[in-house]
């Protein structure tokens, strides 16, 4: 991807006001909160680090997907759960609280496994094994852009809780907007690109979107958690942190390769649907088991 303002500067900037808006809605609690729910929150864990990228691989294998688009499938993979997953999870009458745990969490550990999946994604989608963009200087930058606007959030919230409150509600706005003009200004950047790989990569990342929002149902149920605390996890791993993935994909600072940001585009349009509709299946009969208390 051509150097630019946009790329340089907009994205960064964009990616730093949401992280904030995370901030704002976090405190020290949502991690301590780990241990109540030691097994909703390793369920979570483990279909999000482990399960995910291996079914994402195989998805990209599976559809054949060109090195640059599976390499860009395998980073959303490897990518925390959005903020937004927050918002789904209380309309699905999902376990919020699980949903805030589980991306406090996560935000950490992608600082180590996201760059170890994406440099084993470019080595085995493009033979990339001597050269590995992400080195530690690299992981040092996303945790500058990640998780220093996240602190700032907590350092607010904590300390002006006045202010906290009186700036969540302008910054979630502007994170939706940020979030719609990263989207918008990647694939204008790349129109020619999107337009060609849409049809392949767009069922692709339908089908990594249904197979991420399956494994996140069924296993917790599996584990006999509740339908509710189910709900929550199903959000938290369908809806991936796509403006992250666009970020370190399209950055000059870090990949600076605008075609594996078009899988996080698409999927980022595609999961606000999919997701949408999981929630008014499983909205009341969540509402009734919190009811009775099973």
């Not at 599976?62 to 789904?88: D, R």
């Not at 590995?132 to 959030?153: D, H, M, N, T, Y």
């Amino acid at each position: 991807m051509e150097q630019s303002i946009a790329t340089t500067v907009f994205l960064p900037v964009a990616l730093a006001v949401i992280m904030l808006g995370l901030g704002l809605s976090l405190t020290l609690d949502d991690f301590r909160r780990v241990l109540v729910y030691p097994r909703a929150v390793l369920v979570g864990l483990l279909c999000q680090t482990v399960i995910l990228p291996l079914v994402c691989f195989g998805i990209a294998r599976a559809f054949e997907l060109p090195g640059e688009l599976a390499v860009g499938l395998m980073l959303l993979a490897a990518s925390p759960g959005g903020p937004t997953a927050n918002l789904y999870s209380h309309l699905a009458r999902g376990d919020v609280a699980l949903n805030i745990t589980l991306t406090a969490t996560n935000s950490i550990l992608s600082l180590f496994t996201l760059p170890f999946v994406v440099n084993l994604s470019l080595e085995a989608f493009m033979g990339e094994g001597k050269v590995i963009p992400l080195q530690f200087a690299k992981v040092l930058q996303v945790f500058a852009i990640v998780l220093i606007p996240v602190a700032i959030g907590m350092v607010i919230k904590s300390k002006k809780p006045a202010l906290s409150r009186g700036l969540e509600r302008p910054v979630k706005l502007a994170s939706a907007v940020f979030l719609a003009m990263v989207i918008v200004s990647v694939v204008a950047k790349d129109w020619a690109k999107f337009v060609a790989f849409f049809g392949q990569v767009g069922l692709a990342a339908l089908a990594f979107n249904l197979a991420s929002m399956s494994v996140g149902f069924v296993a917790p149920l599996l584990a006999r958690l509740p339908r509710w605390q189910a709900t929550a996890i199903t959000m938290e791993i369908g809806i991936h942190n796509g403006t992250l993935a666009i970020a370190i994909a399209a950055s000059p600072l870090l990949l600076n390769n605008g075609t594996m940001a078009i899988p996080a585009a698409v999927y980022s349009l595609i999961m606000l649907v999919t997701a949408a509709g999981f929630g008014w299946l499983v909205a009341s009969g969540n509402e009734r088991e919190r009811e009775h208390g099973s």
